[in-house]
């Protein structure tokens, strides 16, 4: 079952095969939709490989009885919780991925497919983060915890037998500790992805003599630019130069 409305883009090499779609499943945040279908666009327009892009919101959760959590005081998005509902969305087959929808995509979403390790249940980039600000986006309260920002971007293996647990129940009941911290899985079973495909602005360097520090996956994690107290942050030019792309093809239709 979907959230939402995907959007496909085709590739020869599906041959109308869904089994070959990646399924790319986006936190969606409705003070942040220009931030997600800029985040979209970054995806399609440079994916060599099919893939679908499934917003993940909350409202349409709640209308069909799959999240009823009331949102907690540390919540500073729509998707806090509702992004572990990833390999339940993905029917537990697969690989899928989650993302906040705060990214911005430089490269091929294949390079990064191309990381898969089937040993793990989920992998992502193992962030040692401490945020400086006690403030983020719009004014939310930055929240300190273990494993900051490992949850932000999440390859997951649907299909693997540790993930079964994410259910509409689970995800509804736990803890966010337990959530953040996969603290359904022992520490070997996390896969570790590089920095690069969740380069986190203001914390993530990029040394220009070391090209494998050049970002790939852009995270505006404290705000981007979107917002006016952000709008001349670190990396904001690529983004608005991705969002003035957007507004023109939007503007065409």
Known sequence: MNSGN?????????????????KIFVGYDSREDIAYEVCKRSILKRA??????IPIKQSDLRSSGLYWRERGPTESTEFSFTRFLTPYLANYQGWAMFVDCDVLYT??????TELIDDRYPLMCVLHDYTPKERSKMDGVAQTVYPRKNWSSMVLYNCGHPKNKILTPE???????????????????????????????????????????????????????PWFEMYKNCEFADLWLTEMEAYNKEKDQV
């Open 170 to 224: 689970l995800v509804n009941t736990q803890t966010g500790a337990f959530l953040h911290r996969f603290s359904w899985l022992e520490d070997n079973e996390i896969g570790s992805l590089p920095f690069i495909w969740n380069f986190l602005v203001g914390h993530n360097k990029v040394d220009e003599n070391d090209p494998s520090t050049q970002p790939k996956a852009i995270h505006y994690t404290s705000g981007g």
């Open 107 to 112: 490269a091929d979403i294949k390079e990064l």
């Open 6 to 22: 995907g959007d496909v883009v085709h590739h020869p090499s599906a041959n109308g095969n869904k089994k070959n779609v990646f």
């Open 48 to 53: 060599s490989i099919p893939v679908e892009i």
